[in-house]
C-alpha cells in the first residue's frame, strides 16, 4: 500500500467517525423539544431545531454508510484532531441555525452564541427577557454536552475508534483507567452524578426545574449561560450561591482526581498540585478582592464577602457566573479576575484557561531554578509532581512545551486583545474580555452585546474555539491537513503526466 492509498484508508476512517459526531449533535438538536410537555404554545418554533437537526442526521448518516471501516479503527491524535475539527466546527454552525429565526439573530451573532454554548464560555448576544424556553434550554444542552465533550459522549454511547487518539484530541490525556472506553463511561457517570446532585441540590433551595435545570447544567461544565440577565445575582441568596460554588468547583476538578475522591484517595487528592493550588489561590484571591474593592462597593459585610468569594470562584473555575455587574469595580479587582480567568481551572476538566496544573508545573521549574543556583553546579536537581496516584518527575521535554504552551497563549491574548481595542474597546474592558472568552469564561464588562461591532464577535468566537479545543491540536491538526493535501496534489500531478 503507498502513500496515497493509506491516507485514503484514513480519511475514510476519519469521514466515518465524523459522521457518528454529526448523529450525536442532531440527537442532542432534538432535546429542546422536551420544553413542548410544560409549554405547548412554543410549537410553532419547533421547526428551527428539527431542520438543522434533520440535515445534520442526513449528513452525518451518509458519511457512516459511505465510509465506515470494516473494524474498529485503530486513530493517531493527528487524525483525532481532524476528526474532533471538523465535527466541533459541523455542530457549530448547526446549533447556530436555530438561533437565527428563535432568537432574531444574524449569522454573526448565531454563530456567536453557538461557538459560546459548546466551548462552555457563557457569553451571549441573547437577549433571555425575550426568548423561548426551547432556546434558554438549548444553550445549556450545548453547554453540557460541550463540557464533556463530543468524543467522550460518542465513544460512551455510539461505536467508535480503539486508542487513545481520538480523546486526546479533545483534551482527555488523563485516563482514569487503562482501558479507553471504560474511562470515557467513568467520565460520563461521574458527569451524571455532577448533574443529578445539580439540579436536585438547587431544586432543595428553592429553584423551578426549569431554572434549576438550566443553571446545574452550565455550573457542571463551568459555562455560566443564565436563564436571567442578571445571572445568579436574580436570586441575590446565600444558598444558591453556596450550591453553585459546589458545583463550579466540582467542573473545575480534573476528572482523574473527581474520580479519586470518589475511591477515597483523600490522600492522593490532597498532594495534588492543582488542588494545592486552588486551595491557595481561592482564599487569596477572595482577600484580595474583598480589601480591594468590594468592601468599598458593599456596604454591608456579609454582601462584600459574598461577592468577593463567588466572583473569585466563577473566575478561577472559568464558569462565568455573577452576582453583580463590574461596572463599579477598580482595577485591582478587575486585575484579580483578569489573572484568575488566565490561569483557569484543572487541566482534563470542563474549564479552560491556560490550566493550574501548568502553573503549578512553571511555579516548581521556577523554584528548582532558584534552588540549582544556590547548590554546588554538580548537584542534581529533580523536580517531582503527583499525577493521579503516582509521582513523576519532569522532564526537559514536557517543560518546553508547557513553556511553549504558555507563550502561544499569551501571545494570542495580547492579539485578541488589540483586535477587541481596534474595534473600539478602552484598554481595560478589551484585556477582561479576551481574557474571559480566550480562557472560556463567560464574565463581562459589556463589551459581548448583541450591537457589538461584527470584527469583535469575530475575534472572541475564535478565541472560545481555540482556548477549548487547546492551540496545540489546532496547529497539528492544520499542518496535517496542509500536508496531506499537499501529497495528494503532488500524486494527482504526476498520474496526469
Same mark, same amino acid.
Given at each position: 500500500?503507498?502513500?496515497?492509498?493509506?491516507?485514503?484508508?484514513?480519511?475514510? /476512517?476519519? !469521514?466515518?467517525? $465524523?459522521?457518528?459526531? =454529526?448523529?450525536? #449533535?442532531? &440527537?442532542?438538536?432534538? +432535546?429542546? %423539544?422536551? *420544553?413542548?410537555?410544560?409549554?405547548?404554545?412554543?410549537?410553532?418554533?419547533?421547526?428551527?431545531?428539527?431542520?438543522?437537526?434533520?440535515?445534520?442526521?442526513?449528513?452525518?448518516?451518509?458519511?457512516?454508510?459511505?465510509?465506515?471501516?470494516?473494524?474498529?479503527?485503530?486513530?493517531?491524535?493527528?487524525?483525532?484532531?481532524?476528526?474532533?475539527?471538523?465535527?466541533?466546527?459541523?455542530?457549530?454552525?448547526?446549533?447556530?441555525?436555530?438561533?437565527?429565526?428563535? /432568537?432574531? !439573530?444574524?449569522? $454573526?451573532?448565531?454563530? =456567536?452564541?453557538? #461557538?459560546? &454554548?459548546?466551548?462552555? +464560555?457563557? %457569553?451571549? *448576544?441573547?437577549?433571555?427577557?425575550?426568548?423561548?424556553?426551547?432556546?434558554?434550554?438549548?444553550?445549556?444542552?450545548?453547554?453540557?454536552?460541550?463540557?464533556?465533550?463530543?468524543?467522550?459522549?460518542?465513544?460512551?454511547?455510539?461505536?467508535?475508534?480503539?486508542?487513545?487518539?481520538?480523546?486526546?484530541?479533545?483534551?482527555?490525556?488523563?485516563?482514569?483507567?487503562?482501558?479507553?472506553?471504560?474511562?470515557?463511561?467513568?467520565?460520563?457517570?461521574?458527569?451524571?452524578?455532577?448533574?443529578?446532585?445539580?439540579?436536585?441540590?438547587?431544586?432543595? #433551595?428553592?429553584?423551578?426545574?426549569?431554572?434549576?435545570?438550566?443553571?446545574?447544567?452550565?455550573?457542571?461544565?463551568?459555562?455560566?449561560?443564565?436563564?436571567?440577565?442578571?445571572?445568579?445575582?436574580?436570586?441575590?441568596?446565600?444558598?444558591?450561591?453556596?450550591?453553585?460554588?459546589?458545583?463550579?468547583?466540582?467542573?473545575?476538578?480534573?476528572?482523574?482526581?473527581?474520580?479519586?475522591?470518589?475511591?477515597?484517595?483523600?490522600?492522593?487528592?490532597?498532594?495534588?498540585?492543582?488542588?494545592?493550588?486552588?486551595?491557595?489561590?481561592?482564599?487569596?484571591?477572595?482577600?484580595?478582592?474583598?480589601?480591594?474593592?468590594?468592601?468599598?462597593?458593599?456596604?454591608?459585610?456579609?454582601?462584600?464577602?459574598?461577592?468577593?468569594?463567588?466572583?473569585?470562584?466563577?473566575?478561577?473555575?472559568?464558569?462565568?457566573?455573577?452576582?453583580?455587574?463590574?461596572?463599579?469595580?477598580?482595577?485591582?479587582?478587575?486585575?484579580?479576575?483578569?489573572?484568575?480567568?488566565?490561569?483557569?481551572?484543572?487541566?482534563?476538566?470542563?474549564?479552560?484557561?491556560?490550566?493550574?496544573?501548568?502553573?503549578?508545573?512553571?511555579?516548581?521549574?521556577?523554584?528548582?531554578?532558584?534552588?540549582?543556583?544556590?547548590?554546588?553546579?554538580?548537584?542534581?536537581?529533580?523536580?517531582?509532581?503527583?499525577?493521579?496516584?503516582?509521582?513523576?518527575?519532569?522532564?526537559?521535554?514536557?517543560?518546553?512545551?508547557?513553556?511553549?504552551?504558555?507563550?502561544?497563549?499569551?501571545?494570542?491574548?495580547?492579539?485578541?486583545?488589540?483586535?477587541?481595542?481596534?474595534?473600539?474597546?478602552?484598554?481595560?474592558?478589551?484585556?477582561?474580555?479576551?481574557?474571559?472568552?480566550?480562557?472560556?469564561?463567560?464574565?463581562?464588562?459589556?463589551?459581548?452585546?448583541?450591537?457589538?461591532?461584527?470584527?469583535?464577535?469575530?475575534?472572541?468566537?475564535?478565541?472560545?474555539?481555540?482556548?477549548?479545543?487547546?492551540?496545540?491540536?489546532?496547529?497539528?491538526?492544520?499542518?496535517?491537513?496542509?500536508?496531506?493535501?499537499?501529497?495528494?496534489?503532488?500524486?494527482?500531478?504526476?498520474?496526469?503526466?
Amino acid at each position: 500500500m503507498n502513500r496515497i492509498e493509506f491516507l485514503a484508508s484514513r480519511y475514510r /476512517a476519519i !469521514l466515518a467517525y $465524523t459522521g457518528l459526531m =454529526f448523529l450525536l #449533535v442532531a &440527537g442532542l438538536m432534538l +432535546t429542546p %423539544l422536551l *420544553v413542548l410537555v410544560a409549554w405547548p404554545d412554543e410549537a410553532v418554533q419547533a421547526a428551527c431545531f428539527i431542520v438543522p437537526a434533520v440535515v445534520m442526521a442526513g449528513a452525518g448518516w451518509i458519511l457512516w454508510r459511505m465510509f465506515r471501516p470494516r473494524g474498529a479503527a485503530v486513530l493517531s491524535a493527528a487524525e483525532g484532531g481532524v476528526i474532533v475539527l471538523m465535527s466541533w466546527s459541523g455542530a457549530i454552525f448547526a446549533s447556530a441555525m436555530p438561533f437565527i429565526p428563535a /432568537a432574531s !439573530l444574524n449569522l $454573526t451573532q448565531a454563530v =456567536f452564541e453557538a #461557538v459560546s &454554548g459548546w466551548t462552555t +464560555t457563557g %457569553l451571549s *448576544v441573547v437577549d433571555v427577557t425575550q426568548v423561548s424556553h426551547m432556546v434558554l434550554l438549548w444553550r445549556s444542552m450545548m453547554q453540557l454536552a460541550g463540557g464533556a465533550g463530543l468524543v467522550v459522549i460518542m465513544l460512551a454511547a455510539l461505536a467508535g475508534p480503539i486508542g487513545p487518539g481520538l480523546s486526546i484530541a479533545e483534551g482527555r490525556t488523563d485516563q482514569l483507567v487503562p482501558q479507553v472506553r471504560r474511562s470515557v463511561r467513568l467520565v460520563v457517570l461521574i458527569y451524571g452524578i455532577y448533574m443529578v446532585l445539580g439540579v436536585g441540590g438547587l431544586r432543595l #433551595v428553592g429553584l423551578t426545574w426549569f431554572d434549576a435545570v438550566n443553571h446545574a447544567f452550565p455550573a457542571i461544565s463551568t459555562g455560566g449561560f443564565s436563564s436571567y440577565p442578571d445571572s445568579v445575582g436574580h436570586w441575590d441568596r446565600p444558598l444558591v450561591e453556596g450550591v453553585l460554588i459546589g458545583l463550579m468547583i466540582l467542573g473545575n476538578l480534573n476528572f482523574l482526581t473527581a474520580y479519586l475522591l470518589l475511591r477515597g484517595r483523600l490522600r492522593s487528592v490532597v498532594r495534588n498540585g492543582e488542588i494545592r493550588l486552588m486551595a491557595l489561590l481561592i482564599p487569596v484571591s477572595a482577600v484580595v478582592a474583598y480589601l480591594a474593592t468590594c468592601r468599598a462597593l458593599y456596604p454591608a459585610p456579609w454582601k462584600a464577602v459574598r461577592v468577593a468569594v463567588f466572583e473569585t470562584i466563577s473566575a478561577l473555575t472559568t464558569t462565568g457566573f455573577q452576582t453583580v455587574t463590574y461596572g463599579s469595580w477598580n482595577g485591582p479587582g478587575v486585575w484579580v479576575l483578569i489573572v484568575l480567568m488566565l490561569i483557569g481551572g484543572g487541566v482534563c476538566s470542563t474549564a479552560g484557561g491556560i490550566k493550574q496544573y501548568r502553573v503549578h508545573l512553571l511555579f516548581r521549574v521556577m523554584l528548582g531554578e532558584l534552588r540549582r543556583l544556590l547548590l554546588p553546579r554538580s548537584a542534581v536537581v529533580s523536580e517531582p509532581l503527583w499525577q493521579g496516584e503516582y509521582k513523576v518527575f519532569l522532564q526537559d521535554a514536557q517543560i518546553r512545551q508547557v513553556v511553549a504552551f504558555v507563550c502561544l497563549y499569551l501571545s494570542t491574548y495580547a492579539v485578541g486583545s488589540l483586535l477587541l481595542m481596534m474595534t473600539g474597546s478602552a484598554l481595560e474592558p478589551a484585556l477582561f474580555e479576551f481574557a474571559s472568552a480566550l480562557g472560556t469564561v463567560g464574565l463581562s464588562v459589556g463589551v459581548t452585546a448583541r450591537g457589538a461591532h461584527p470584527v469583535a464577535l469575530w475575534t472572541m468566537s475564535t478565541g472560545m474555539f481555540l482556548g477549548r479545543l487547546e492551540f496545540v491540536v489546532i496547529l497539528v491538526t492544520l499542518i496535517k491537513l496542509g500536508r496531506d493535501f499537499q501529497q495528494a496534489v503532488r500524486f494527482t500531478s504526476r498520474n496526469r503526466v
